[in-house]
Each structure stands twice: as C-alpha cells, then as structure tokens.
C-alpha cells in the first residue's frame, strides 16, 4: 500500500508539473487545453476506498487550481469525476473479477476502456467549462471547449495508456 501511495504521488506531482508548466500554456485553436491530470482519478483501482478517491481528486484538482489560477474549478470537477468513478467503473468490469483490478486497455478491454475513458473526461470538461462560463453569454465557445479539451485530453491519454501498457 505504501509504493502504491509513493507511486500515486510522483504521477500526481508529475501531472501537476506537466499542466503547470507545458499543458496549461496549450491552446489549440483559441479553446481546446489538454487536461492530462483527470487521468490519474480514472486510474483508481476497483477496491480502491471512495474517500481516498476523493481525497485525492480533491487535493489534485486543488493543486491545479492554485498553479492555472481557476479558483477552484479544477478542485469542483475533479471531485464530481472523484465521486462518480467508481460506480461508472464497476459498469465495465465482470463481477467475478479481482477486486483489485485496475482500469486499462489491457485489463478490460480497449473498446470498454474507451467508453470508460470517454464518458469521464466529456463529464469532466463540461463540468469544468460550465463552471468556468457559467454565464453563459458565449455558448458557442462553450461548446468548442468541452469538444476541443475533451478530445485533446482523449488523444494525450490514449497515447499515454498505449505507451504505459507496451
């Protein structure tokens, strides 16, 4: 448990680095930003206790939040995708599987994978975005974000779990 919270740290430290530093100064077109950390909530193993899963979105979301300057609409997002994760997850694996099973291509399936992946990270930039122009005048540069974002994150992830599993 204590290399598995070692290892935790380094990637949450790591994604914090990479959005602080590379990712959060990324603006394809204007809108699309990719948001690399959400992957590290998607990667809570199945037994994994809620309260941790939260704790540690939270504090994430936190630590984004105080390098990108978005008050707190990291920290809201990441706990939303914290709570829902592992009941979305539990949709996609069989239930006499291992409790300790964690989400990858390998594990459950690269099509099983894909939806999991993507239906989070949809959820997580609408949340973000809804929060971040909650006024709503330009709904049009609302839409191009939560699509631009949510498909630039899927590409770096995609291209990330690819790499980790080879």
């Not at 448990?1 to 430290?13: E, N, Q, S």
């Not at 709570?83 to 300790?100: G, L, N, W």
């Amino acid at each position: 448990m204590t290399t598995d919270i070692l290892k935790r740290a380094l990637w949450f430290i790591g994604l914090v680095l990479a959005q602080a530093v590379v990712l959060g100064r990324i603006h394809l077109f204007g809108f699309a930003t990719p948001l690399l950390y959400v992957w590290l909530v998607l990667l809570f193993p199945r037994n994994y206790p809620k309260s941790g899963i939260l704790l540690w979105s939270f504090c994430l979301g936190l630590a984004v939040d105080t390098f990108s300057n978005t008050q707190g609409l990291a920290a809201a997002s990441l706990t939303l995708i914290g709570i829902i994760q592992p009941y979305f997850f539990e949709i996609f694996v069989p239930r006499d599987s291992i409790d300790t099973l964690k989400p990858a291509i390998t594990t459950i399936g690269p099509v099983k994978y894909s939806i999991y992946v993507s239906v989070l990270v949809l959820l997580y930039c609408i949340t973000f975005y809804t929060l971040e122009m909650f006024s709503g005048a330009d709904w049009l540069l609302w839409v191009k974000s939560v699509v631009g974002s949510t498909l630039l994150t899927l590409a770096f992830i995609f291209t990330f779990e690819i790499v980790r599993s080879k």
